[in-house]
């Protein structure tokens, strides 16, 4: 017959097991996370460069998007003189209820023909 000594480490076990595990989940999060905010920040300034040209536009984003952002969304605002560019993702989540949004904002100057004063 065993005695109750026997079984003294498993409840600290039912109680490290899952608290290590989810902190192994959170580590994964947080590095998903920071991957998907580098991709998010790729898109919004390759897209600005692409767009501040004459004949540019946001198709660059699509290429870039990749599979592991979720709810992509670009926004070019293209003024006279600058270009804004807004992108919004989310990230996958591992830990079930918790969203991991990601948003970057990048501008740059307009490409633009301006002609000299007194030129004919």
């Known amino acids: 017959m065993t005695s109750p000594r026997d079984d003294r480490g498993s409840a600290e076990m039912a109680v490290a097991a899952p608290a290590l595990l989810l902190l192994v989940m959170l580590v994964i999060q947080a590095a ?71 948003r970057h904002d990048s501008s740059a100057p307009v490409e633009r023909f301006v002609p000299q004063e007194g030129a004919p």
């Open 32 to 102: 998903l996370w920071m991957h998907g905010d580098h991709l998010v920040a790729n898109i919004a300034r390759r897209t600005a460069e692409q767009s501040r040209t004459a004949d540019g536009g946001p198709a660059v984003a699509d290429a870039l998007g990749g599979a592991m952002l979720t709810d992509l969304d670009v926004s070019v605002d293209r003024g006279a003189t600058e270009v804004n560019v807004t992108v919004q993702a989310r990230v996958p989540s591992l830990i079930p209820g918790l969203t991991w949004p990601v």
